[in-house]
């Protein structure tokens, strides 16, 4: 006879199912074939997908390369700040995404701020915001998901290898890496995910200008705020199979990262 | 060749004072202690892995105690986590070879060598989670000895092991060390190996070195009843010194006055009265029924008040007046009859007997 833990567990994890699934689903009453195909295949959709995967591909490839010796160094040494460092990881989170797209916002323009924009690259309503919207927003969370992946790798495997020869940084690339890359995927997919659907920041920094910084999110804004109920919801369905696709890849991804260490 | 000179090392409240070692080439040096005794403090610090406050840790006369790990010259077999769980077996022992970028020649003839006498040639295509505990231990001892270290530092590496399978790798290891001249320091807390693999013991007990010699010496010779006790001698009697002649001390055992013609010989000055404790190994204890004529120089009678049946000795506890502990065999307890409440008589070789102070007393 099942247990009462079991059939609560199980439920719980069906209303999971049952919201998640019925909010996608109701979107059909809205839905209509002919407009989905025509949004689907529509110039300007076409740009917002394009745009939202290459700036999400691009701000969570910066944020690894950042965030992977980060999280190292948080998870190995103990260092004069890195307290600081530790809570600041979720400011990202804390702070809503609007409010640090303001933030980036007010940072550009002070004098500092006009100061990089003018000896590097336009932030402020450019694709380089968009990217910038995204590095910030998923930076603190790949360095929390691969400090705790580095944290799972013993100290003395590390030892175990300079004994034999390595110096810090050979054992680095030949022991450590390896055995984090399954939480380097994880960390990229979860940040890839978070700068597809990132809306707030974006907005705020990079503005809601039609073929220039459209992302899927805005794009879906913009439609709503038209009254274009139809669009929206092909839209937000383009959106939902994108991202769904693309977790459900990589968790194969993940699975066979898994195996793989587990044979090799 | 292996030497460490006054070394002092903290960690937290914990401090490791004026610790010195000395290990010749091809000696198997163990350090044992109980948990807590600050091996692994030790072993730390010979790694790199703790700093050191003052002293010197010299190998083949350099002084290493700055150097970074990979450049110390050890090889190091850890209790778990031995291998690394992405490479294969041939992989793991090819490691080193890579990581200090040796050329092939120089090194595959060595690992040859080590492959075939530990017998893991089918081993190495395997990856390491698909091999057995003993497996995993002789390869990870392969990897470290292919880098042909000069002193290979061993933590516990056969703990965990299955106990045939413990004697297996001990025997292993003394071949490998006879044959290659291996210069090995143990850390264990276990005295079966710590017996089996030691030519000399340094034995720690609450961060504090309280005895270093040779195996025989320190196994036989407990300097101070903590060492006996640790070292699992059950009979450590606290008596009082009576009277000393030119061959013998008498001593008051729960008032019960007992001849002890007993090591160390009557020359020792320090023994002249006061406290001391009575050491005898229960193995050294000789039984016999009440009526026998005693084989001993000093019989005692007594009733026996318990038995606990263990393996591969049986432990005898009988009352003299005091407590004592004899171990027989089985086949004794029948033979002879032993019961509880069975009246025997007990006694012991002088050579078998060790007057001591404890470590306080031999502060004062």
């Not at chain 1, 591909?57 to 965030?67: E, G």
Request: with cysteine.
């Amino acid at each position: 006879m099942p247990s009462t833990l079991r059939r609560t567990t199980i439920t719980a994890a069906f209303a999971v199912l049952i919201l998640y699934g019925g909010l996608i689903l109701s979107l059909g009453w809205f839905l209509e074939g002919a407009v989905f195909r025509g949004m689907l295949f529509s110039e300007r959709s076409l740009f917002a997908i394009r745009l939202s995967l290459i700036t999400a591909t691009i701000s969570s490839c910066m944020a690894l390369i950042i965030a992977i010796p980060a999280a190292y160094a948080l998870s190995r040494y103990r260092f004069w700040g890195s307290e600081a460092i530790n809570t600041l990881l979720e400011f990202p989170i804390i702070v809503s995404p609007a409010a640090l797209g303001a933030i980036l916002l007010m940072f550009f323009s002070s004098p500092l701020g006009e100061w990089v924009q003018a000896h590097t690259v336009r932030f402020v309503f450019g694709f380089a915001g968009i990217l910038l919207a995204q590095f910030v927003t998923v930076l603190g969370v790949a360095v929390r998901l691969l400090k705790a992946s580095f944290d799972e790798i013993p100290v003395e495997i590390e030892v175990i290898a300079r004994t034999l020869g390595a110096t810090p940084r050979y054992a680095f690339f030949t022991v450590v890496l390896p055995l984090a890359r399954r939480g380097i995927l994880a960390a990229f997919v979860l940040s890839w995910a978070k700068a597809l659907g990132e809306f707030g920041a974006t907005v705020t920094l990079a503005g809601t200008m039609a073929m220039r910084t459209e992302t899927l999110p805005v794009a879906i804004y913009l439609r709503l705020a038209s009254a274009d109920i139809e669009g929206t919801a092909a839209l937000i369905l383009i959106m939902v199979g994108i991202g769904l696709c693309s977790l459900y890849l990589a968790r194969r991804l993940l699975q066979r990262s898994v195996d793989a260490n587990r044979m090799g | 060749m292996f030497s460490v000179e006054s070394l002092r090392v903290c960690v937290g409240s914990f401090a490791l004072e004026a610790f010195d070692l000395t290990v010749s080439k091809g000696e198997c040096h163990v350090l044992l202690g109980p948990s807590g005794s600050g091996k692994t403090t030790l072993l730390r610090s010979f790694l790199g892995l703790l700093p050191v406050q003052s002293g010197t840790i010299r190998l083949l006369g350099r002084d290493i105690t700055a150097f970074p790990i990979e450049s110390r010259g050890f090889g190091y077999v850890p209790q778990h986590l031995g291998l690394f769980p992405h490479l294969c077996v041939r992989d793991n022992i090819a490691y080193s070879a890579k990581a200090r970028n040796v050329p092939i020649d120089l090194f595959q003839p060595v690992v040859d060598g080590l492959i075939e006498a530990t017998d893991i040639r089918g081993l190495l295509e395997r990856m390491p989670h698909t091999l057995s505990g003993g497996e995993r231990q002789r390869v990870g001892l392969v990897r470290a000895l292919a880098s042909q270290p000069h002193l290979l530092l061993l933590d516990e590496p056969f703990t965990a092991l299955h106990e045939n399978l413990r004697q297996e790798l001990w025997e292993l290891m003394r071949t490998l060390q006879r044959k290659h001249q291996l210069t090995l320091l143990l850390i264990t807390h276990d005295l079966r190996e710590a017996y089996a693999l030691a030519d000399s013991i340094t034995v720690l007990l609450g961060g504090r070195v309280v005895q270093q010699g040779s195996k025989e010496e320190v196994f036989s010779r407990p300097k101070t009843p903590e060492v006996a006790r640790f070292l699992g001698v059950e009979n450590i009697l606290q008596g009082r010194i009576l009277k000393r002649d030119a061959l013998a001390w008498l001593v008051d055992i729960a008032g019960i006055e007992i001849p002890i013609t007993a090591y160390p010989p009557p020359s020792n000055t320090a023994l002249e009265q006061g406290d001391v404790w009575v050491v005898i190994r229960s193995e050294e204890i000789l039984l016999a029924s009440a009526q026998t004529p005693s084989a001993s120089d000093t019989p005692l009678r007594g009733t026996i008040r318990s038995i606990h049946p263990s393996y591969p000795q049986w432990k005898i506890e009988i009352d003299v007046g005091f407590r004592i502990f004899a171990s027989v065999t089985r086949h004794q307890v029948e033979e002879m009859g032993l019961n509880v409440g069975s009246s025997v008589q007990i006694g012991w070789k002088p050579q078998n007997a060790q007057l001591l102070r404890s470590h306080q007393q031999q502060s004062e």
